[in-house]
């Protein structure tokens, strides 16, 4: 992996070293850095141990990736979820009746508001922030909808080397009271008394590919550590700005009874809310994580 600055050539150069065939996936890169298609599995049934590791490995080597054409029960999508860890409960947002690891995804003519509409890293306000989001998509509009996905590490690895050495160390807070006070009133879910609030690294070390990762978002950063609150403001808006760059990104458009699985370790994604008055709907399956280190 390698970064340029300056004028000889591109701003970011992505290089990962050349990998070995899969042998029960089909893979199609949406761009170099982030983003992969996956053919030639079934979600809804039990995975063979070798589908299983070629899963982990899509995931490690695209950060988020994509299966079209799943059908699947609300069991089969938390069983889905189970084979990566722990699901995780959402602090504020709506469940499935029956069924609270099943967030609901909705927005119709009707929503005063869509999930995800900013830039995030799911719920980074939990001290153990979710490792990964598995969302299925039921229902689509006719166009629009897309979710767009920004690679952390590219992110990091664009930093100048002044940058990265202040950055080193350096805390963050992330705070969900600004995110989900009031949000879900709409739908008559009161709020809770206090919602999470932790401090995170703002470069994180993955603990399964071992690379560095911008670790702030605009959705719950609310202060680096360390500084005058002045200089946190600057330096946490410059470095959301350059987290947002569309040199990191990749966007997925949706089809019906498609599945998005991202690593929340080393992505941020927005969810485009273009679609009014027409009706976007699926589940949200969260897998619990680790304290970031
Ligand atoms: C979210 O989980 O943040 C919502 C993403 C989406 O609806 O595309």
Not at 43 to 48: C, F, H, K, T
């Amino acid at each position: 992996m390698s970064v340029l600055r300056g004028n000889n050539g591109p701003r970011y150069r992505h290089s990962q070293d050349a990998t070995a065939p899969y042998e029960t996936l089909t893979i199609d890169k949406l761009t170099p850095i982030i983003g992969a298609e996956i053919a030639g599995v079934d979600l809804s049934a039990p995975l063979a141990n070798r589908q299983m590791d070629e899963i982990h490995r899509a995931l490690a080597e695209n950060a988020v990736i994509f299966f079209r054409d799943q059908h699947l029960t609300p069991e089969q999508h938390l069983a889905f979820g189970r084979n990566f860890g722990t699901l995780h409960i959402h602090p504020a947002a709506p469940h499935a009746p029956g069924h609270p690891e099943l967030m609901i995804i909705r927005a119709d003519k009707d929503s005063p508001r869509a999930n995800g509409e900013g830039w995030h890293s799911d719920v980074s306000c939990d001290p153990e922030p979710p490792m990964g989001s598995i969302l299925y998509i039921k229902q689509c509009p006719p166009s629009g909808g897309d979710t767009l996905f920004a690679s952390m590490y590219a992110a990091y690895e664009a930093l100048s080397d002044r940058m990265k050495a202040y950055l080193d160390g350096m805390m963050a807070v992330h705070d969900g009271e600004a995110a989900y006070r009031g949000t879900y009133k709409n739908l008559g879910i009161a709020d809770k008394p206090v919602y999470p609030r932790a401090e995170h690294p703002v470069v994180r070390t993955h603990p399964v590919t071992g690379r560095k990762a911008l670790y702030v978002n605009r959705g719950f950063t609310t202060r680096l550590l360390g500084v005058p609150r002045d200089e946190s403001a600057a330096v946490l808006r410059y470095l959301c700005d350059h987290a947002e760059d569309p040199l990191f990104q990749c966007r997925f458009r949706w089809t019906e009874n498609a599945v998005a699985f991202w690593d929340n370790r080393c992505v941020q994604h927005r969810a485009m809310w273009d679609y009014w008055p027409h009706t976007r709907s699926g589940f949200r399956v969260t897998v619990a994580g680790d304290r970031p280190v």
